[in-house]
């Protein structure tokens, strides 16, 4: 996830201190998303270098000075650019598990049927958790964030249900056998017939 771009977002709302954006972050995308302070200090720092933000020191009485800090015309800019590119999900496209799943069946020490099985169980495992938190979820106070455990929702069944297709096609699925790199060749290449290098003919 973008944080420098969440940043922007934020502040095209209002000018805010780093340590409220931390906080608003969190409220406003309500998901699992953990950003450290010392990221969000290390981003802002980034964008006032790029122009994208300006920051004002704002004296208090009762506390350290706070860097204040606001979207500028190039960060707003940036910010719209953002919203109109689009984002490609590159879903489970040669992904950890499914290496691990070919791996075992060209050979090792699992079997692709309890690679499978311990797949499955952590699929099982998280539809709970996130159906628990769908549950949970306030329709009305909390739309967003009901929507994205929807996806999640939707893209562990259909994972779970590829388990399936593969545990089906196991008998088929274990006659794969890669192919083989071919040979490096070593040494000169030969020298092709009537192509014979000859010494230049002297003076």
Known sequence: ????HSLLALLYRHPMHGYELGKQLT???NAEWDVKPGQIANT???LKEANLV???VVETSDAPDRKVYCITEAGIEELRNWYLTPEVRDYRLGDTFYIKLVLSLIDGPISPEQVLMVQRRELYQQLHEATELRRAANPRAQLPWVLLLDSAIMHLEADLRWIEMCESRLPDLKHYTPPKPEPKVRG????QAGHALTEPASD
């Not at 996830?1 to 420098?4: A, F, I, P, T, Y």
């Open 1 to 4: 996830m973008s944080v420098k």
């Open 27 to 29: 409220l406003s995308v």
């Open 44 to 46: 802002l720092a980034r």
């Open 54 to 56: 300006d920051v004002e």
């Open 188 to 191: 000169r290449p030969k020298r």
